[in-house]
């Protein structure tokens, strides 16, 4: 039997938003946003609601709702995004306060408490 050398991975630590790991401009904002389309694909299958349907509900059309679902967020900001989430019967709840840890810089914070799902995020 061979043995075999096994090369050494090297791994790097994530810092939290992939966004930033893979070195996107405004990652802080992609995240939000990503995370934003995650609760509005939630609230969709939690309700049963075809994209047609959907896409009625929030004022836009299905194709508009596809393009959400995958992931192709760059023609969204983050106040359309919750206008949708609202329109699907979710409220929105912003609290600002001051930023606490001096050696990272202030961020945004999206509370996933979906239908199916209720953690934090950073952004």
């Known amino acids: 039997m061979k043995k075999k050398k096994i090369k050494k991975i090297e791994v790097t630590e994530s810092s939290g938003n992939v966004f930033a790991d893979l070195g996107f401009k405004n990652p802080k904002e992609m995240m ?25 509900i929030m004022g836009i ?47 945004i914070q999206v509370l996933l408490q979906g239908p199916t799902r209720s953690r934090r995020v950073t952004a």
Do not use: C, W, Y
Not at 33 to 56: C, G, P, V, Y
Not at 80 to 101: C, K, T, V
């Open 32 to 56: 939000a946003k990503a995370n934003l389309a995650i609760l509005i694909s939630d609230t969709i299958k939690k309700r049963n609601l075809t994209q047609k349907k959907a896409a009625e």
């Open 61 to 107: 059309d299905q194709p508009k709702v596809s393009t959400i679902l995958r992931g192709r967020l760059s023609g969204f900001t983050i106040e359309r995004l919750m206008r949708f989430l609202m329109a699907l019967g979710m409220d929105i709840i912003i609290e600002a306060r001051p930023h606490s840890q001096r050696k990272h810089p202030a961020h």
